[in-house]
């Protein structure tokens, strides 16, 4: 039993520094955790279900000795570092996995991880590639199998009803979040990036009614807070794959910008948009995972079946989120990161610097290795950006 | 060389000839239409999942990812892989991509076909096709042409389900009927490019063509399960090309793939094998190293037959279409099968190692191999992926032993054949030890 | 290697030192200044304002502010070559690309993840010919036909070389080739920029006439070179202290903290 004395950011801290910690309290108290990779696959069906979805990490600051063997080199270090870690056996308290074709090397890691670790429970969801009518009405059958298994898997029913309540606890995860973001808006901002990613790490190792609670301390503690960032000369949005550790952040946050707003999946991605609530909750949860969320995974057109192709529209459909962000939240500049062999954000990033240079925002574009020996030539490329915004 | 009267270790199928010279008068013919000013498209290669419809629709379809392997064979690669890392496109990416990008930006700048092009560049297209099979860069590559082509584009989807996802009730079904919809967007799509309609007759024709052709390189290559085997991949490589990029008139095709079946059959029948002394039987994955083949010449030579290959490039194993009424579900249980032919097997096996990597586990057993070499290459993540695992089940699951070689698709100097060489004699003694042991386990080889 | 620069009111240089680099960053900093501050005949207190740059920036314990050595290089070539649009600077550890408008840093590349491209990449391999990385300028440049040096990794060329050697081909035609192939590198990072003149190039590598050569060749702008490549980042860096000074005490504050040698001495004792 844990005494949950911490409150608030204190909480948050704790969880972030032993993420698994109150995962392995709720599974000896009879709780299924359910580990999931990337952020498609639907972790309100886990929910609905009383289980509690467990996102996997990696862990930049672990040398990868064990993946080699079974996923080259050449691939997202994130992912390789995610399987080392689940090979090494820190993943061992999970029941089972969730995961799916977020990307390619996503998909393999899911087979392999099922190849090489016991679990009770696995489901891949083959998610589509277009945002077509048929993608999402396939993913919803996908979904409907997903159902399947869980209901055969916890010999429960999961029903329309329990579907919809989870789906509203969720909403109200993002809701929360969306509300913590508003606070990045002040300059100051009252929350830093630091402690955004931490919060949003937090979020995504526990249940989601207690990420609620999380959330309501910490909005609590922030409205009245006296140690709030400092302020800095420039604001800085952070665009790209994952970022699943604060060091990176703090790297900024120790120069001369505030960190205030970010479109990473370890950020606004799952959380700005909410599920709508359709009479068959399939059907508006597959519309969020695959409309929605706006990882460059997927394929965008402006139009459907658009017979002819304007570059600017084309961006403007794909990237006008971006620059929407940057005014609301005056931003200076942008931070573009893709991770090194990560395709779908690599293939995107000269389209974005078009988009940012058509409206006039400045970037950089960062390529580190998932390492913490990267992070060190990163730091004078992030002030010398910061020095070109000053 | 002072042997050059000596025998080679290959011996080639005769009808192998006639079959690669039409393929490449196909090849011809294509690349005058384009220039000609036939409406291309630049499309992915797509398992017969677009081509029919592409080529009834009367266009001609030019696949980059091809043309990456011309520039790479004709030395002028590197200049468009520096022009697309310049334009700020991340180095580790797909080398055939880059390729293209650098190829674009440049023809974007003058204005025309880059002289330096080989065999005649690609010109413009109409239209763009990207893939959802297999690997991401196959629509993000294109998306990113949008830089430098105001060209619409289309991708198509295929899904790659996991094993057992695959096998539940209805989950195959409604596989196919999420493609067939695709696919009648994407003729929408043509139509509204074209502003002409599909003849429905001849994709009739042509998509039956090409399950018919498909269906005999399929029984050709069932062939090479005898012992010896009586065709080599190499030959394998050579002939893939009329089935994966249908072009041309079919018919003419099928007929010389018909004569091939029925030469590798007299040879089975004959007990003559594709080499002399066929010691090791081996299987090989994936891209093979183009700039390196005669290294088959040599392994040839130790008697190594190499039996099977490249999964990605076989035909679907045949199913019964004949009941399927509409061309467009032919069509995608056609191509659908050739992802998901294995997936029975895998279940039998409770192997979850995914659609790309437990093809070779039906190989090994089913071809009869001593041994695997595999190819992984620096700038094809898809091709490279999942060789780690291949290595450790096929020890774990059939002792067999893989030998892996690096190399890369457009950085050909990489590959390095005298290493491979080197390491052979070596690897014989583990392919014998190995064989050893399945003895002894009980295995059938 | 630790540069000093120490301007007057004027900007006019007064001394410029430089001095080797190691590991203790703060013993180096400390001696290369008081060496400046010797040479300039000054005395400790008349240092106005001191900006330190380069990687060893924040182990300067008496600098009063640390700017990037890309902003600072920036100012400096500014200053030397007021119509410079592009600097390319090739040291011993990285390779950078700028973009100047309006004297200042707009943009930049930069390689610091792969030895070659960067001047260590010539370093390496002139130990493997076994020549002395000064001379190979002035060798290449009899060349007549250079070799083509494929090799993408530093580790790799050098096994390049060595058979080339073996194979009896001509030292100078050899180093051409090296010139040849990190001046390629290093501009296909650049163009990334989009390459306006005039360019001037700084840093260790730019006393090689060789890669200057060759640069030129890829670039097609003449190249300028200033008097002393290696100082033109301190120079920068003296340069925006200057403009920090006058700011803040044009505006009446305060923000001398007066340089106290002592307390960077004290770490280490």
Not at chain 1, 358 to 366: A, C, D, H
Not at chain 2, 243 to 252: F, S, T
Not at chain 3, 172 to 194: F, N, P, T
Request: charged share 30%.
């Amino acid at each position: 039993m844990t005494e949950k004395t911490k409150k608030g950011l204190a909480r948050v801290e704790e969880i972030y520094e032993d993420r698994s910690k109150r995962a392995i309290e709720l599974k000896e108290q009879g709780k299924k955790i359910i580990g999931y990779l990337c952020i498609y696959p639907v972790i309100e069906m886990l929910t609905a279900l009383d289980m509690v979805p467990f996102r996997i990490f990696g862990d930049i600051k672990e040398p990868i000795t064990k993946a080699d063997a079974c996923l080259p080199t050449v691939v997202c270090p994130f992912l390789r570092s995610s399987l080392d870690l689940g090979l090494k056996g820190r993943y061992n308290f999970l029941e089972g996995t969730v995961m799916s074709h977020a990307c390619e090397v996503c998909e393999k890691t899911a087979h392999i991880w099922k190849t090489y670790i016991e679990q009770k429970y696995t489901f891949f969801i083959d998610v589509p590639h277009t945002v077509h009518e048929a993608a999402q009405e396939h993913l919803k059958g996908l979904l409907e199998d997903f159902r399947k298994t869980l209901e055969a898997f916890t010999g429960k029913d999961l029903s329309n009803d329990k579907l919809t309540k989870a789906i509203k606890l969720h909403n109200e995860q993002r809701k929360l979040v969306r509300e913590i973001y508003e606070l990045r808006k002040p300059n100051p901002p009252l929350i830093s990036g630091v402690e955004t990613i931490k919060l949003i790490k937090s979020l995504m190792s526990v249940p989601v009614e207690e990420g609620n609670d999380i959330l309501k301390d910490v909005l609590a503690e922030l409205k009245n807070r006296k140690n709030a960032p400092q302020k800095k000369s420039i604001r800085l949005l952070l665009w790209g794959s994952i970022i699943d550790d604060a060091s990176l952040i703090e790297i900024i946050e120790n120069a001369d910008a505030n960190l205030v707003m970010d479109d990473t999946c370890v950020g606004t991605r799952p959380y700005f948009d909410d599920v709508k609530l359709t009479a068959d909750p399939l059907e508006g949860l597959a519309y969020h995972y695959l409309v929605d969320i706006k990882c460059p995974r997927t394929f965008r057109e402006s139009e459907y079946g658009e017979t002819s192709k304007n570059y600017m529209k084309d961006l403007s459909s794909r990237f006008s989120y971006l620059s929407d962000y940057a005014r609301d939240w005056k931003v200076d500049g942008i931070i573009l990161h893709s991770l090194r062999f990560c395709d779908i954000h690599g293939y995107e990033v000269p389209a974005i610097r078009d988009f940012l240079d058509s409206k006039g925002i400045k970037s950089i574009y960062l390529e580190p290795d998932y390492t913490e020996s990267a992070l060190g030539p990163l730091r004078t490329r992030i002030e010398a950006f910061i020095e070109t915004l000053g | 060389m002072a042997d050059e009267k000596k025998k080679k270790a290959i011996s080639r199928p005769k009808a192998m000839y006639p079959l690669r010279a039409r393929i490449d008068e196909v090849y011809q013919n294509s690349i005058k239409a384009v220039q000609a000013g036939k409406p291309t498209g630049w499309c992915m290669v797509n398992w017969w999942e677009a081509d029919p419809i592409i080529m009834a629709m009367g266009i001609e379809a030019v696949y980059p990812e091809n043309y990456g392997a011309v520039c790479a064979a004709k030395g002028v690669a590197q200049k468009y892989l520096e022009r697309s890392d310049s334009e700020g496109f991340p180095s580790h990416m797909c080398g055939y991509a880059r390729n293209t990008i650098g190829y674009t930006a440049r023809m974007n700048d003058l204005g025309r076909i880059p002289e330096e092009a080989p065999m005649g560049g690609m010109p413009k297209p109409l239209f763009l096709l990207g893939s959802g099979a297999l690997c991401d860069t196959r629509f993000k590559w294109f998306q990113a042409l949008g830089r430098y082509l105001d060209v619409p584009m289309w991708t198509v989807e295929m899904p790659q389900p996991g094993v057992r996802e695959e096998m539940m009730p209805g989950a195959h079904d409604r596989n196919i009927k999420f493609m067939v919809k695709e696919l009648r967007g994407f003729i929408g799509f043509l139509e509204r490019l074209f502003g002409k309609k599909l003849d429905w007759a001849k994709l009739e024709e042509i998509s039956n063509d090409i399950i018919e052709m498909n269906r005999i390189w399929h029984e050709t290559n069932e062939l090479r399960k005898a012992r010896p085997s009586p065709m080599h991949s190499r030959d394998f490589w050579t002939c893939m090309t009329g089935c994966l990029y249908p072009a041309g008139d079919l018919k003419v095709l099928i007929k010389l793939y018909n004569d091939l079946y029925i030469e590798l059959k007299e040879r089975v029948d004959k007990k003559i094998g594709a080499i002399e002394n066929e010691k090791y039987r081996m299987t090989f994955a994936e891209l093979p190293p183009w700039h390196s083949l005669n290294i088959f010449d040599t392994l040839a030579e130790r008697g190594w037959n190499f039996v099977v290959e490249s999964w990605a490039y076989h035909p679907p194993k045949p199913i019964d279409l004949s009941k399927v009424s509409d061309p467009l579900e032919r069509i995608a249980r056609f191509t659908y099968q050739w992802l998901s032919g294995y997936y029975q097997n895998a279940m039998k096996a409770k192997e979850w190692w995914g659609f790309f990597a437990y093809p070779y586990m039906d190989f090994v057993k089913d071809y009869q191999c001593d041994g695997a070499l595999l190819h992984p290459l620096i700038t094809c993540r898809t091709a490279t992926n999942h060789l780690y695992l291949i290595q450790d089940r096929l020890m774990q699951t059939m002792k067999v032993p893989s030998m892996i070689a690096e190399g890369d698709i457009v950085d050909l100097k990489l590959f390095d054949a005298v290493d491979v060489l080197r390491r052979a004699e070596t690897f014989e003694e583990s392919m014998d030890h190995y064989k050893e042991i399945r003895r002894k386990e009980g295995f059938e080889w | 290697m630790t540069k000093s620069v120490i301007i007057d009111e004027e900007e006019g240089i007064c001394s410029t030192v430089t001095g080797p680099t190691g590991a203790e960053h703060r013993h180096l900093a400390n001696s290369v200044i008081e060496q400046a501050i010797r040479d300039a005949d000054l005395s400790l207190d008349q240092i106005g304002y001191c900006v330190a740059t380069g990687y060893g920036r924040m182990n300067v314990p008496f600098a009063d502010s640390q700017i990037t050595e890309l902003t600072c290089h920036a100012r400096g070539v500014a200053k030397l070559f007021p119509n410079a649009r592009t600097a390319i600077d090739i040291g011993g550890q990285d390779a950078k690309g700028l973009k100047i408008q309006d004297g200042r840093l707009k943009d930049f590349v930069m390689n610091d993840k792969c030895a070659a491209g960067t001047g260590r990449f010539l370093e390496v391999l002139a130990e493997t010919i076994g020549l002395n990385v000064k001379d190979l300028g002035d060798i290449s440049l009899k060349s007549k036909k250079r070799i083509r040096i494929s090799s993408i990794c530093t580790i790799f060329a050098e096994q390049e070389i060595r058979a080339q050697i073996s194979e009896g081909a001509a030292i100078e035609d050899i180093i051409a080739g090296l010139h040849e192939s990190i001046a390629g590198r290093v501009v296909r990072m650049i163009k990334r920029l989009k390459i306006e003149p005039d360019v001037v190039i700084t840093g260790g590598v730019a006393k090689n006439s060789g890669v200057i050569k060759a640069l030129r060749e890829h670039i097609g702008y003449d190249i300028f070179v200033p008097e002393n490549p290696l100082l033109s980042g301190a120079y920068g860096a003296a340069l925006l202290g200057r403009e920090i000074y006058n700011k803040e005490t044009s505006e009446k504050r305060d923000i001398r903290r007066g340089i106290s040698l002592k307390e960077g001495v004290t770490f280490f004792k």
